[in-house]
Each structure stands twice: as structure tokens, then as C-alpha cells.
Nanobody
Framework: QVQLVESGGGLVQPGGSLRLSCTGS????????TGWYRQAPGLQRELVAIIFSGGSTRYAESVKGRFTLSRDNAKNTVYLQMNSLKPEDTAIYYC??????????WGQGTQVTVSS
């Protein structure tokens, strides 16, 4: 079993920055791909960014050039650096991972609010 714990959310003004962290524990070596999703009120959960086992990344069009996903394998942690934040980035951000057996794992979510 894998446990994912997020941190780093909060309130920020438009144009500001936040860095989200997601630390994994348990059978973390079974995780194949990992990344972040978000869900705004009244909307479906959407993919924000994913980092594949080989190290390549993919981003939603809406965050390209503003968000950067990285990982520190030694710390079992992935980071989402969010710059130039916009009000439409307001959402609950969920850390996600999938293992080699196609089992999905989710964190509890962290709120990001972009408002003046």
C-alpha cells in the first residue's frame, strides 16, 4: 500500500507563486508514474501534470510555462512549483500515483486559492 501526503497549499495573490509537495510512504517503489490533479468547485477533476517513470513530464495546456513538476527520489517527494498563478487555478490539488499493477493512489488534497 502507498500513502501520499500533500503540503504547501494556501492563499496567494494573482501573479504569485506556491510550491506543493507530495511525500510518499509505504510501497513507494511500486509507483510507476506520479503527478497532480486538481478539482475546482462544480468541475471535474483534471490532470495538471504528470511525471513518468522515465522522467519525462506532461502538463495541461492551461499550466504550461507556469507550473513545473519535479521529483526527489531520495526523499520520495514530488514537487509542483506554481508561478504566475491566476484565479482560475483555484482548486483542491491532489497528489496521484499509479503502480505497476494499475492501482491508483491519491492524497487527501490541499487547497490552493488565488485571490486578491
Amino acid at each position: 500500500q502507498v500513502q501520499l501526503v500533500e503540503s504547501g497549499g494556501g492563499l496567494v495573490q494573482p501573479g504569485g507563486s506556491l510550491r506543493l509537495s507530495c511525500t510518499g510512504s509505504g510501497s513507494i517503489l511500486s509507483i510507476k508514474h506520479t503527478g497532480w490533479y486538481r478539482q475546482a468547485p462544480g468541475l471535474q477533476r483534471e490532470l495538471v501534470a504528470i511525471i513518468f517513470s522515465g522522467g519525462s513530464t506532461r502538463y495541461a495546456e492551461s499550466v504550461k510555462g507556469r507550473f513545473t513538476l519535479s521529483r526527489d527520489n531520495a526523499k520520495n517527494t514530488v514537487y509542483l512549483q506554481m508561478n504566475s498563478l491566476k484565479p482560475e487555478d483555484t482548486a483542491i490539488y491532489y497528489c496521484w500515483g499509479v503502480d505497476y499493477y494499475s492501482n491508483d493512489f491519491w492524497g487527501q488534497g490541499t487547497q490552493v486559492t488565488v485571490s486578491s
